[in-house]
């Protein structure tokens, strides 16, 4: 059985940052976005508040 969270707690870079600005902009949603970038949604909605990055609402 693979580790699910093997990057716990490992800190943001800068391209990271920079790509989660790019999907948001894009309208992605958080699910897609925690994917892309191999991060837990909790992870990515975290870091999105705290840059002040809006994620799109699934309707």
Do not use: N, V
């Not at 391209?15 to 958080?30: N, Q, V, Y």
């Not at 909605?45 to 990055?53: E, H, M, Y």
Request: net charge positive; no cysteine; charged share 40%.
């Amino acid at each position: 059985m693979t580790e699910r969270f093997e990057r716990h707690r490992q800190p943001w870079t800068g391209e990271e940052l920079d790509k989660l600005k790019t999907l948001a902009k894009k309208g992605m949603a958080l699910k897609a976005i925690a994917k892309a970038l191999t991060r837990s949604e909790e992870s990515i909605k975290d870091r999105a508040k705290l840059d002040g990055i809006g994620i799109a609402k699934l309707r």
